[in-house]
T-cell receptor, first 113, second 107 residues
Framework: NAGVTQTPKFRVLKTGQSMTLLCAQDMNHEYMYWYRQDPGMGLRLIHY???????AKGEVPDGYNVSRLKKQNFLLGLESAAPSQTSVYFC????????????FGEGSRLTVL | RKEVEQDPGPFNVPEGATVAFNCTYS??????FFWYRQDCRKEPKLLMS???SGNEDGRFTAQLNRASQYISLLIRDSKLSDSATYLC????????FGAGTILRVKS
């Protein structure tokens, strides 16, 4: 049972480069989220999606774009990476029913030089 | 004021101790409350939901105080394996995470 899978797990970028983080879930969840976690700041929501083809901005969306073309996948893009985007990125998903529990991927560690 | 606030700690306790964390929230309309556990460099995982009447799961007890707008987590008989960061999560019109409380249990 894979749950939520993020790729890549580690990446080093130079300022100005672009990249895409992929999140895939096999639980048929409607909601998917991208968070970033920085020391002492907790998890901050970047973008989220309430279903296939829909996306919305979270707390810190600037510098990121997302797409949800398929229900199971949620992509996070950085068009022009900046050192301030050095962080650990977590994807999470949640179903409509149940306890409201968020299921997280293992995280993607991004360093922007 | 942050929407969800936690004492960052660290709380350093010996094995077998009882330890409690509080988490305060600012949105009085918040509906659901959770405690997540996050091990070092790992993803957060649900520890327990917090119900209005309070709830217990083994050595862990969660309480909600709506009047004072805080939730608490009590851990009895602490184990070395309880060492982690404990995240408070509050759901009003959105999910908000606290920054976490670090617990270190020492032998």
């Amino acid at each position: 049972n894979a749950g939520v899978t993020q790729t890549p797990k580690f990446r080093v970028l130079k300022t100005g480069q672009s990249m895409t983080l992929l999140c895939a879930q096999d639980m048929n969840h409607e909601y998917m989220y991208w968070y970033r976690q920085d020391p002492g700041m907790g998890l901050r929501l970047i973008h989220y999606s309430v279903g296939e083809g829909t996306t919305a901005k979270g707390e810190v969306p600037d510098g990121y774009n997302v797409s949800r073309l398929k229900k199971q996948n949620f992509l996070l893009g950085l068009e022009s990476a900046a050192p301030s985007q050095t962080s650990v990125y977590f994807c999470a998903s949640r179903g409509l029913a149940g306890t409201g529990e968020l299921f997280f991927g293992e995280g993607s560690r991004l360093t922007v030089l | 004021r942050k929407e969800v606030e936690q004492d960052p700690g660290p709380f350093n306790v010996p094995e077998g101790a009882t330890v409690a964390f509080n988490c305060t929230y600012s949105n009085s309309a918040s509906q659901s409350f959770f405690w997540y556990r996050q091990d070092c460099r790992k993803e957060p995982k649900l520890l327990m939901s917090v119900y209005s009447s309070g709830n217990e799961d083994g050595r862990f007890t969660a309480q909600l105080n709506r009047a004072s707008q805080y939730i608490s987590l009590l851990i009895r008989d602490s184990k070395l394996s309880d060492s982690a960061t404990y995240l408070c999560v509050v759901y009003g019109n959105k999910l908000v995470f606290g920054a976490g409380t670090i617990l270190r249990v020492k032998s």
